[in-house]
């Protein structure tokens, strides 16, 4: 049986991307092409004779759509502005700071020569990088340097120890660790390495200090024993107020990192001779074992974005630098693979770097992970101001795709909704199923479309999470033999703040590609694109 667009049934709710009353010819799969970006999406597809990369129109709402379709896809990545990190390793035989994108590629040396440098730190806007510098027999210093390594200035110069820098959330002071008072201090000084104050003003030794990013929260965390063992504490930038945020008495706690907004606190934790990275509340709540590896994984370091956490750990053999997800499901991928001693990372000046390979070669993904899929001839991209967001493979036969037609609906502008859902219409001789991204290293999310043999899919998203959110089967009998569809096969109408569509239907599937419903006549379609039965 031949099916056709059959979008001559909504012709006042919906926007015909690729025509109707024909069929696509099949696309000649001609020379491999170059990268097309669309929105913060690479695509290689197998010829572009045919390729379509269409938007789907869609009214308010956070997420934007594009039907990719008409070629095969042979790739098909993310973009997004993620961190630099910057670390310091002996790899050239002294320890010098490189800087490297998030997936380790990129590499750069920033210093060479043989002092030893450590403790490298981003500035807030990241055109400047504050380390420590210590020369053979000398003590450590303060140093400043541009992006690129050029302009190197010294901030410190005297005979006791300077280091630990970290930025003000304006970059215009550095907060370091001292002993030029006699024992170990949190001091500040302008970013000229002028005015050098006393912070913390305690007999004892106060170490490690991380000032928070977010100018609103603008407090200083530094690890100190002044409890017997060393405790994470807080205290406002001018050095008043200090505050414990750990507490436990048979563990020490060093290297306190914040995160971005200042919500959570990181650090690292040497409990029964093993070091993890541990995540808590910004006021201790909450404690928990981000890291959680036998392994040693010392010196947190969260992005800017709040979506990773960078430390250094020797769980491959050798100490390199390793980022985790700060979310479930807390992925930890090594950024570095040299025989030397790569340590003290810090995120920061995020550039446009890929972030996932959906559609790839075995092993192209993040982390050395094999893409979702080899390839794909159509699907569903969603994406918004942050980047990426969803992608919905639509699973076709070769010999199907003749006959695929993919048409957005227009129905939202109807809705009394702030969000509407986005409808779009999938059309093929045979549609096997639809395969829905649901996080890096995952399988995906599947609607065994098959056994139905439906005519069409019609397909919801959620303009909110850009996710498909539910899946209308469109029964093959709606379908007459001849050539062309039935012109009623579906009807919608708004009511209200949802929809109705109305038509011989299969199947209906929710978000999580389970069937809810089998044979229906009306289906409605809420704001958040979900189906209910009637």
Not at 105 to 118: C, P
Not at 238 to 259: F, V
């Amino acid at each position: 049986m031949t099916r056709c667009c059959f979008a001559t049934a909504l012709l006042a709710l919906a926007i015909v991307l690729a025509g109707c009353g024909g069929s696509s010819p099949v696309p000649d799969p001609g020379t491999p092409t170059e990268l097309i970006e669309v929105g913060p999406l690479l695509v290689r597809p197998a010829s572009t004779a045919h390729f379509k990369a269409e938007p789907v129109p869609t009214v308010g709402g956070h997420c934007a759509f594009v039907a990719l379709w008409g070629s095969q896809i042979d790739y098909l990545a993310s973009q997004a502005m993620l961190d630099r990190i910057v670390f310091s390793s002996n790899r050239d035989g002294y320890f010098d700071v490189w800087a490297c994108d998030l997936d380790g590629s990129n590499l750069v040396q920033l210093t060479n020569n043989t002092a030893a440098e450590y403790l490298p730190q981003w500035s807030p806007d990241g055109t400047h990088i504050a380390f420590d510098r210590e020369w053979p027999g000398n003590d450590r210093e303060i140093m400043t340097m541009n992006a690129n390594g050029a302009g190197v200035v010294a901030l410190t110069d005297n005979d006791e120890l300077d280091t630990h820098p970290t930025w003000s959330p304006d970059g215009r002071r550095i907060a370091f660790e001292t002993d030029r008072v006699g024992n170990l201090e949190i001091f500040c000084m302008f970013a000229d390495g002028s005015n050098p104050t006393n912070l913390t003003n305690y007999v004892g030794s106060d170490e490690d200090p991380d000032w928070c990013p977010n100018a609103g929260v603008n407090d200083i965390l530094f690890a100190s024993p002044r409890c017997g063992d060393y405790e994470i504490l807080r205290m406002e930038h001018d050095g008043t107020n200090p505050t414990y945020i750990t507490g436990d008495p048979t563990d020490d706690d060093h290297n306190p990192a914040w995160h971005p907004q200042g919500y959570d606190v990181a650090w690292q934790r040497y409990s029964n001779g093993n070091s993890d990275v541990l995540v808590a509340t910004s006021s201790g709540n909450n404690q928990r074992n981000f890291s959680n590896h036998p392994a040693e994984d010392p010196l947190p370091a969260w992005s800017s974005d709040d979506r990773w956490i960078a430390f250094r750990s020797n769980r491959a053999g050798n100490w390199d630098i390793w980022v985790q997800e700060a979310t479930e499901p807390f992925h930890a991928f090594r950024v570095t693979t040299h025989a030397a001693n790569d340590g003290w990372p810090h995120l920061g000046s995020p550039t446009a770097q890929t972030e996932r390979v959906l559609i790839g070669p075995v092993g192209a993904d993040w982390g050395g992970l094999d893409p979702i899929w080899s390839s794909a001839y159509a699907g569903i991209a969603a994406y918004d101001d942050a980047g990426y967001r969803n992608f919905v493979r639509i699973g076709i036969p070769t010999a199907a795709l003749g006959s695929l037609e993919i048409t957005p609906l227009t129905h939202t502008a109807v809705f009394s909704m702030d969000d509407p859902p986005v409808g779009v219409l999938v059309e093929a001789s045979r549609i096997v199923n639809l395969r829905q991204d649901a996080g890096r290293g995952l399988p995906p999310t599947v609607w065994d479309l098959d056994p139905l043999d439906p005519g069409a899919a019609l397909l919801y998203f959620s303009t909110r999470t850009g996710k498909l959110a539910s899946v209308v089967c469109v029964d093959e009998t709606s379908y007459s033999s001849a050539a062309g569809a039935s012109p009623a096969a579906v009807s919608e109408r708004p009511d209200g703040n949802r929809l109705v569509v109305q038509g011989r239907f299969s199947a209906v599937f929710d978000g999580n590609g389970r069937r809810v419903s089998g044979p229906a006549s009306q289906v409605t379609i809420g704001p958040d694109g979900a189906a209910g039965v009637e």
